[in-house]
């Protein structure tokens, strides 16, 4: 049977940076993110950039950021036109900026969301989980409302996701994507989601797809509490899922212990057992490892 430990693992996956070429600032001082070498070999034909062993440095011209935004703009412009990156960049285009930072909390470089992944940087979003307490359930018990990922989705078809999730793109807030994200993926009106959102936390880990990207992700948790009769409110807009399904918790643990949820919602729905206590030290063997990999530290800087 699948454990809590087990998602974890394929969600906090990464453990090894050796293999991977290492980004670094125009200074050649701070780490941006991990490359991989088929990436590193593109790099290394590209004259604003550096490459030295394992070691990709922003040529130090690239001094400001609007130099390094048009710089990076011109590179993933020129990469999405390449047959080998047709699936991830091209086809993954967004049109979506996303934060580099450096020194933390202070932007370095806007970069294409579909270009990041190539690079390895940290990428932030907002997950939501919308739910029913248990002293609010019909039958005494916490629900939450699961989205099942539409068929037609590039990344994990069909699925199962939390509520409502998207990345946090540039220039909006957390807040702004928050009720953004809500609208446009379940129909939620602004009025209501800040009526009953409580921003709980936050989540980290470090993700290695099937291809051998890294993926640091930060994740911004909340929770939007719902009553039974809010049913009629949420309801699938943007074509993200086919539908919303209101489970009650002992269904969601079986799909959960089944993997039917994409692998870091799976990571989201156990900080959320974690947080209203239903996953705790009494009952789970492998509780600090657990709490712990959902709050990895990052080796590069930080929002």
Not at 142 to 164: A, C, E, F, H, Q
Not at 270 to 293: K, Q, T
Request: net charge negative; charged share 25%; aromatic share 10%.
């Amino acid at each position: 049977m699948t454990t809590y430990l087990d998602i974890i693992n394929q969600v906090d996956s990464f453990k090894d940076p050796s293999p991977y070429y290492i980004l670094l600032d125009h200074e050649g001082k701070t780490e941006l993110g991990y490359i991989t070498p088929e990436i590193a070999n593109l790099f290394k034909l590209e004259s604003s950039f550096i490459v030295k062993d394992k070691l990709i440095q922003i040529d130090p011209q690239y001094d400001t950021i609007d130099k390094r935004n048009k710089l990076f703009e011109e590179i993933a412009n020129k990469w999405r036109k390449l047959p080998e990156l047709d699936e991830l960049l091209n086809k993954g285009w967004r049109n979506e900026l996303y934060i580099v930072y450096n020194p933390s909390t202070k932007p370095y470089v806007l970069i294409e969301r579909a270009f990041s992944v190539l690079l390895g940087v940290v990428t932030y979003g907002v997950h939501i989980n919308g739910y029913i307490p248990a002293e609010l359930s019909s039958n005494g018990k916490i629900k939450l409302w699961i989205p099942k990922r539409s068929m037609t989705k590039p990344t994990y078809p069909g699925m199962l996701d939390n509520t409502v999730a998207g990345g946090l793109g540039y220039p909006h807030g957390l807040e702004t994507t928050v009720i953004k994200e809500c609208f446009e993926e379940a129909g939620l009106n602004e009025q209501f989601v800040k009526k009953n959102i409580k921003n709980v936390g936050v989540v980290s880990y470090m993700y290695l797809t099937k291809d051998k990207r890294v993926q640091p992700e930060v994740e911004y948790i909340y929770d939007l509490e719902f009553k039974e009769k809010d049913s009629i409110l949420i309801q699938p807009q943007d074509g993200e899922a086919e539908d919303f399904k209101l489970m009650d918790i002992d269904e969601v643990l079986a799909e959960l212990k089944n993997k039917k949820f994409k692998p870091n919602c799976g990571l989201i729905i156990i900080d959320f057992l974690i947080r209203h206590g239903l996953i705790n030290a009494e009952n789970e063997s492998n509780y600090l490892e657990i709490v712990s990999r959902c709050h990895v530290k990052m080796p590069f800087p930080t929002r």
